[in-house]
C-alpha cells in the first residue's frame, strides 16, 4: 500500500498581487515622498531581486519620479553562515547600492522569512558598505520558524510551514497571472 499523497497548497497569483501592492502602499505610508532620496529598497539575492522588480514598479504610484525610493541588491553570498554546505554558486548577483547608506533608511527585501539567517547575512553585507540610520524588513511571505530575533516590519502574506514543508515563490518576469507560492513537502 502507498502513502497517501502530500497536500500541497496554492496561493493565487491575484493574492500575490495584493500582497505586493500591500506592501508598496505600507512602505508608502511610513515613508513619504523625500526628494532627497535617502530611502533605498534592496532586494536579498536571489529571492528578494524579484520582488523588489516588483515593489519597485508598485511604488511608482505611491511616489513623485523626483521622489521615488531608489533599488538595488544586496548578495549575501560571502556571509552566509552555511557556505560549507552550500558553496557560492557561479552564477551569482553582486551588490549593488544605488546611493551611500550611511545615513539613509534601507528596506531590505526578501520573498520568504524562516529562520532570520538570511536577513542576518544581509545586514552584514550591508553594514560593509556604511551605516545606515534605519534598516527595516519587507517579506512577501512569513512561514515562521525563526531561529534569530528577527521580525519584519512590512509583510504581505502569512503561511504556516512546518519544518518539513518548502515555501517557493516565482514571480513571472513577464506576466504576474503566472506567479505561483506553493508550500508542499520537501
Not at 519597485?56 to 511616489?63: D, E, N, P, T
Not at 539613509?104 to 545606515?132: C, M, N, W, Y
Request: glycine letters at 6%; aromatic letters at 2%; proline letters at 7%.
Amino acid at each position: 500500500m502507498s502513502a497517501p499523497a502530500q497536500a500541497t497548497t496554492r496561493i493565487a497569483p491575484a493574492e500575490i498581487g495584493r500582497a505586493l501592492e500591500k506592501l508598496a502602499a505600507e512602505i508608502a505610508a511610513r515613508h513619504p515622498a523625500d526628494p532627497a532620496r535617502r530611502l533605498v529598497v534592496l532586494g536579498i539575492a536571489n529571492g528578494g531581486v524579484h520582488v523588489v522588480t516588483r515593489l519597485q514598479l508598485l511604488l511608482r504610484k505611491h511616489y513623485p519620479e523626483n521622489a521615488r525610493p531608489r533599488t538595488g541588491i544586496i548578495d549575501i553570498s560571502f556571509h552566509r553562515d552555511d557556505i560549507g554546505r552550500h558553496p557560492i554558486p557561479k552564477e551569482f548577483t553582486p551588490t549593488v547600492i544605488p546611493i551611500d547608506v550611511t545615513g539613509a533608511t534601507v528596506i531590505l527585501v526578501d520573498d520568504v522569512l524562516q529562520s532570520g539567517r538570511t536577513v542576518k547575512a544581509a545586514l552584514d553585507e550591508l553594514f560593509d558598505h556604511g551605516r545606515p540610520a534605519k534598516v527595516e524588513l519587507a517579506v512577501l511571505v512569513d512561514r515562521g520558524g525563526r531561529t534569530l530575533p528577527i521580525a519584519a516590519d512590512y509583510t504581505g502574506l502569512v503561511v504556516a510551514a512546518s519544518t518539513e514543508e518548502k515555501v517557493t515563490v516565482v514571480l513571472h518576469a513577464a506576466d504576474p497571472r503566472h506567479d505561483a507560492i506553493t508550500v508542499a513537502k520537501k
